[in-house]
């Protein structure tokens, strides 16, 4: 057996053996974008509306490769899952130990105000990447982020541009230590083609109101963590993970010190009542230890897998950075109106996302002090 840094180098090798021509190609220029659906996949060469409807649509994950060049990524991203190693080796705890402050939280946590945010959110016909509807919801949000961020004016709130119009959203609440704990979930949403309706509810308006609730507890408690905080909404996964491609090769190449990425994609639909915890394509000990949380503080959890290029933590991953992904369902039993026009504000299970706000809250303050 080859030992994981040596395949990692053969899996690079093979990448640039065989992968489709480079970005800055006639194909790249031309608006084709190529795309990866697995570890050993070199490469397709694909329109927009392409991604959408004969992937998207179908349940195919991928990951838009046209702009990364960095030789590491591409290597991990055509490495076996299993193979992948986090840059930053980082011991979790096996138990929580804050509970006092973060029940003290939790219990300021509720629907009222996700229940208004998921309505605005699902009221654009859709809030597709490259649509005037995806840039308007992103407006929208920035702005919602800042209005609740406001109750602390510690904590700031940036856009992250992309090189399509629909930025990328980042709140930072400032602890003592430059190191960062990140949760994230993306905004835009799609119908099943570039051009259909798309309230995207469960995917994902849903992970995007339990980050903002987290945010607007933490913001009006005044929280003061130890680890900086990030929540972090990203254009463009449905296009490829492409915000958060964007923003994980931004802090790679700034040497930003992560300690974890939890995910959350599609967090309004659990027949289970329970939260699912993802087991492929993330750091497997922050897996366990977010697992830990869950179980203390929401009760007994699901698992499930979810294939390449499921959602954002596979960026993070690529990069180099542990990741985590919390869902509200396993593949079988998750909403069956996803990427279509009735994944609607009408079937989203409130009491699922009061569990995932509760959760995040809690996984903020734990992991605060890491």
Same mark, same amino acid.
């Given at each position: 057996?080859?030992?994981?840094?040596?395949?990692?180098?053969?899996?690079?090798?093979?990448?640039?053996?065989?992968?489709?021509?480079?970005?800055?190609?006639?194909?790249?220029?031309?608006?084709?974008?190529?795309?990866?659906?697995?570890?050993?996949?070199?490469?397709?060469?694909?329109?927009?509306?392409?991604?959408?409807?004969d992937?998207?649509?179908?349940?195919?994950?991928?990951?838009?490769?046209?702009?990364?060049?960095?030789?590491?990524?591409?290597a991990?991203?055509?490495?076996?899952?299993?193979?992948?190693?986090?840059?930053?080796?980082?011991?979790?705890?096996?138990?929580?130990?804050?509970?006092?402050?973060?029940?003290?939280l939790?219990?300021k946590?509720?629907?009222?105000?996700?229940?208004?945010?998921?309505?605005?959110?699902?009221?654009?016909?859709?809030?597709?990447?490259?649509?005037?509807?995806?840039?308007?919801?992103?407006?929208?949000?920035?702005?919602?982020?800042?209005?609740?961020?406001?109750?602390?004016?510690?904590i700031?709130?940036?856009?992250?541009?992309?090189?399509?119009?629909?930025?990328?959203?980042?709140?930072?609440?400032?602890?003592?230590?430059?190191?960062?704990?990140? =949760?994230? @979930?993306?905004?835009?949403?799609?119908?099943?083609? *570039?051009?259909?309706? $798309?309230? /995207?509810?469960? !995917?994902?308006a %849903?992970?995007?109101?339990?980050?903002?609730?987290?945010?607007r507890?933490?913001?009006?408690?005044?929280?003061k963590?130890?680890?900086?905080?990030?929540?972090?909404?990203?254009?463009?996964?449905?296009?490829?993970?492409?915000?958060?491609?964007a923003?994980?090769?931004?802090?790679?190449?700034?040497?930003?010190?992560?300690?974890?990425?939890?995910?959350?994609?599609?967090?309004?639909?659990?027949?289970?009542?329970?939260?699912?915890?993802?087991?492929?394509?993330?750091?497997?000990?922050?897996?366990?230890?977010?697992? =830990?949380? @869950?179980?203390?503080?929401?009760?007994?959890?699901? *698992?499930?897998?979810? $294939?390449? /290029?499921?959602? !954002?933590?596979? %960026?993070?991953?690529?990069?180099?950075?542990?990741?985590?992904?919390?869902?509200?369902?396993?593949?079988?039993?998750s909403?069956?109106?996803?990427?279509?026009?009735?994944?609607?504000?009408?079937?989203?299970m409130?009491?699922?996302?009061?569990?995932?706000?509760?959760?995040?809250?809690?996984?903020?303050?734990?992991?605060?002090?890491?």
């Open positions: 057996m080859l030992a994981p840094s040596l395949l990692a180098f053969v899996a690079g090798l093979a990448w640039s053996a065989t992968a489709a021509p480079a970005p800055g190609t006639t194909r790249a220029r031309a608006g084709l974008s190529l795309i990866k659906t697995s570890p050993e996949d070199a490469g397709k060469w694909v329109t927009d509306e392409q991604k959408i409807r992937y998207k649509s179908k349940g195919i994950g991928f990951v838009d490769i046209t702009n990364i060049t960095d030789p590491d990524v591409l991990a991203l055509s490495a076996p899952d299993s193979e992948r190693v986090s840059a930053l080796a980082v011991s979790y705890p096996s138990s929580v130990s804050h509970q006092t402050e973060a029940n003290t939790i219990a946590v509720s629907t009222t105000s996700p229940k208004s945010w998921l309505k605005t959110l699902t009221e654009f016909y859709n809030r597709y990447y490259q649509s005037s509807y995806g840039t308007q919801a992103g407006t929208w949000l920035f702005n919602t982020v800042k209005s609740v961020a406001g109750a602390n004016s510690a700031t709130v940036s856009q992250f541009a992309h090189s399509f119009n629909q930025p990328s959203i980042i709140a930072k609440v400032p602890g003592s230590t430059a190191n960062l704990v990140i =949760v994230s @979930a993306h905004y835009d949403s799609t119908g099943g083609s *570039s051009s259909a309706r $798309g309230p /995207g509810a469960d !995917d994902n %849903s992970g995007v109101v339990v980050l903002l609730e987290a945010l507890v933490l913001s009006g408690a005044g929280f963590p130890k680890n900086t905080l990030e929540f972090h909404f990203y254009a463009g996964e449905e296009g490829g993970l492409l915000g958060s491609q923003v994980f090769s931004n802090y790679k190449s700034a040497g930003k010190s992560v300690l974890a990425v939890v995910n959350q994609d599609m967090a309004g639909y659990s027949p289970s009542g329970k939260l699912s915890i993802y087991t492929d394509y993330v750091d497997s000990s922050l897996t366990a230890y977010t697992r =830990v949380v @869950a179980n203390a503080y929401t009760g007994a959890t699901t *698992s499930d897998k979810c $294939g390449y /290029g499921c959602s !954002d933590h596979a %960026s993070a991953r690529s990069y180099g950075f542990p990741a985590a992904y919390v869902c509200d369902e396993t593949m079988d039993a909403t069956p109106y996803i990427h279509s026009s009735q994944d609607d504000y009408s079937t989203i409130w009491d699922a996302i009061l569990r995932h706000a509760k959760f995040t809250v809690a996984f903020l303050v734990e992991a605060s002090y890491l």
